[in-house]
């Protein structure tokens, strides 16, 4: 679901709803619902090339210990 677009609609329906009666609150609500139907977003694509965290380069070359 889209949270942005849901959540402009919840303060919507607080905002302005809240100065009609009490009595038509069910209602606003049940539109809600409905309208509810249409912040579904699709299924994510499948990425081509995943994403990685890339290492952090070093400051300072690493010292080589050699080997005897």
Same mark, same amino acid.
């Given at each position: 679901?889209?949270?942005?677009?849901?959540?402009?609609?919840?303060?919507?329906?607080?905002?302005?709803?809240?100065?009609?009666?009490?009595?038509?609150?069910? @209602?606003?609500?049940?539109?809600?619902?409905?309208?509810?139907?249409?912040?579904?977003?699709?299924?994510?694509?499948?990425?081509?090339?995943?994403?990685?965290?890339?290492?952090?380069?070093?400051?300072?070359?690493? @010292?080589?210990?050699?080997?005897?």
């Amino acid at each position: 679901i889209s949270f942005h677009i849901a959540s402009i609609s919840i303060l919507n329906i607080l905002r302005f709803d809240s100065l009609d009666s009490a009595g038509n609150l069910p @209602k606003h609500l049940e539109s809600l619902l409905e309208k509810s139907r249409r912040y579904v977003l699709p299924e994510r694509r499948v990425r081509s090339c995943p994403r990685v965290v890339k290492g952090k380069p070093q400051k300072y070359p690493r @010292k080589c210990q050699s080997i005897s």
